[in-house]
């Protein structure tokens, strides 16, 4: 018997394998679907082949483990652990879509029972849960097994009692959509509905979801949040019942947001710890919806957006969320992604976070997002990682980011300026971006100006502090692996070729030194980051002032209305882009 009560009190984590351990205790039978089993959720096919290889590449680890159930690998950490009991690999495995996956699924989820069913093992808190609780109900079609069933009804009653453990946010989100879920999914739980739908509520008024408004400025975080919202709408829609107006009225808010976040190929762009989101996730929850379909005037999230013809421009266009909280964001102020129809031309490196420590300190850089930094300087630092959370705080972020959009004659156009660097150099950043109104070129300008009397002081201080005559700063141009760089034969510009067949032209004023360096593309789904290339133009601010300018542009054979067709393969070594 466990005693609760004395001078040493259970912590949170013994409480909720208490609970687990109470409610298997009494058999309540199995799980029976109301309906069939919805698969909502869409995992990766890379990594579904993974785990069938034996490959776990879970929390920044890759772990290899090729037969045997993973429940006996022992976890290199929390965050490992957590993805593990978290069972996402089950969007992976379905999405995989094969005999031998769904095996997998099957043996997996029936050895975790086994296992940790009765309250044993670190997957009982109430977030985890509840993720967890969202794929077997997905997935529920190949949970034959009685005992399988049985757990499902029992982590749903585990659930109710403990979803408020959960922290707020996401994590108690998550919760609280898988309880809605369950009630509508499974006979005999429609009474949990109720109560949770309550707390969805309150849950939506406590923090800036109803306006679309995240603190961590994480575009895919924002995805998440929206997805687990629609999913609790439907759910309450399956019993008959309406949604909290709070529920709704974030479900609106942030369907704009999303709709302005969203690029040209349906990806979100990647910035603060988010990456582009599984193929269709974001089209899938926006259908979900069903809103009505606007962009909001204004920033999204902080993100600016630039629309013409087949192209889009997402800008950082406002100061990252700093201090003690922010272990997820990015240097990446005035930052920007290119995408062309269905394919991403200039991007971030995205986040490391899948790739460890190492990685994920490269990712959050200023040098590791397209726009400018000073040689070994981010416009923002982090601080030395938590022992407590094993992450590293962004410090010293940009505070003044002001921005103007507005039209041109024949476009778009973004200004915008920060003062990340006004502190240690006396600059402050400015930057021009303009896309044409058919979106056949993004015009580009970078500033580096000292222009207060004591800024300037600041920089002759900076300046005389280097002996190099001069302040070096580099503009970077991360580009998606899938574009194929060729240097003209004067070595004035750049080509690249997209797989659609389009091709866009680097060019710039000659002021710069021009580079073409390596570079990474950091995708959660793969074993390692992707090699890639980034375009580089280096120099030296020796006054109050430095102005470079830029441009990408399609070249004039490019056809306005291309039809994407072509395949993802590789090309074939040697093919010419173009005659140069």
């Not at 070595?491 to 021009?514: K, M, N, Q, T, V």
Request: net charge positive; glycine share 12%.
């Amino acid at each position: 018997m466990l005693h609760l009560s004395g001078p040493v009190m259970a912590t949170p984590a013994v409480l909720d394998r208490f609970a687990a351990w109470r409610i298997a205790r009494k058999d309540r039978g199995v799980a029976v679907f109301r309906t069939g089993p919805v698969p909502r959720s869409i995992g990766s096919p890379e990594r579904g082949r993974q785990l069938c290889a034996g490959q776990f590449l879970l929390g920044g680890h890759l772990v290899d483990h090729p037969g045997a159930a993973p429940w006996t690998i022992a976890a290199p950490d929390r965050a490992f652990a957590a993805e593990l009991h978290g069972f996402g690999w089950m969007d992976d495995l379905a999405a995989l879509g094969d005999g031998a996956a769904r095996q997998r699924m099957r043996a997996w989820s029936a050895a975790w029972v086994t296992r940790f069913g009765r309250g044993r093992g670190p997957g009982w808190s109430a977030d985890l849960t509840g993720r967890r609780v969202l794929r077997l109900l997905h997935h529920g079609a190949v949970l034959d097994d009685p005992a399988l069933r049985r757990s499902l009804l029992q982590q749903v009653l585990f659930l109710a009692a403990r979803w408020h453990r959960a922290p707020a946010g996401l994590p108690r989100l998550e919760a609280l959509a898988a309880l809605l879920h369950g009630a509508a999914s499974l006979e005999g739980l429609e009474h949990l509905s109720g109560p949770a739908s309550e707390a969805l509520a309150r849950a939506c008024r406590g923090s800036g979801w109803p306006k679309g408004d995240l603190a961590s400025r994480n575009p895919e975080e924002l995805l998440e949040i929206f997805t687990h919202l629609v999913w609790s709408v439907e759910s309450l829609s399956q019993l008959g019942l309406a949604a909290p107006a709070q529920v709704q009225t974030a479900i609106a808010a942030q369907a704009g947001v999303l709709r302005g976040l969203r690029h040209a190929d349906g990806g979100l762009p990647r910035f603060h710890g988010g990456g582009r989101g599984s193929l269709g996730w974001l089209d899938q929850a926006l259908a979900m919806a069903r809103g009505r379909r606007h962009l909001p005037e204004g920033l999204c999230l902080g993100f600016a957006r630039l629309s013409g013809g087949r192209s889009t421009v997402i800008v950082d266009a406002a100061p990252p969320q700093a201090g003690s909280e922010a272990l997820q964001s990015h240097a990446s102020t005035l930052g920007f992604e290119l995408t062309s129809g269905r394919r991403p031309v200039v991007v971030n490196c995205g986040s490391g976070v899948a790739f460890g420590a190492k990685w994920r300190r490269a990712g959050r850089a200023t040098a590791s997002h397209s726009v400018l930094s000073l040689r070994g300087v981010s416009s923002a630092h982090l601080g030395e990682e938590s022992r407590k959370t094993g992450r590293e705080a962004l410090m010293s972020a940009p505070v003044y980011v002001p921005i103007e959009q507005g039209e041109t004659s024949d476009g778009l156009r973004f200004q915008g300026g920060h003062d990340g660097f006004l502190h240690t150099h006396g600059l402050t950043h400015a930057r021009t971006l303009e896309l044409r109104r058919d979106g056949s070129a993004l015009i580009g300008e970078d500033m580096l100006l000292a222009m207060e009397d004591v800024e300037k002081q600041r920089f002759d201080a900076a300046l005389a502090a280097t002996q190099r005559g001069g302040i070096d700063f580099d503009i970077r141009f991360h580009l998606h692996p899938d574009v194929e760089v060729v240097t003209a034969q004067d070595g004035a510009y750049l080509a690249l070729r997209l797989r659609s067949g389009e091709i866009w032209e680097f060019h710039h004023d000659g002021s710069l030194a021009l580079d073409l360096a390596g570079s990474v593309y950091l995708e959660a789904d793969r074993l390692e980051p992707r090699p890639t290339k980034q375009i580089v133009l280096s120099g030296r601010a020796v006054a109050y002032a430095t102005r470079v300018r830029w441009s990408l542009s399609k070249t004039p054979e490019t056809a306005t209305g291309l039809r994407d067709l072509a395949q993802d393969a590789p090309m074939l070594p040697g093919q010419p882009i173009t005659d140069l």
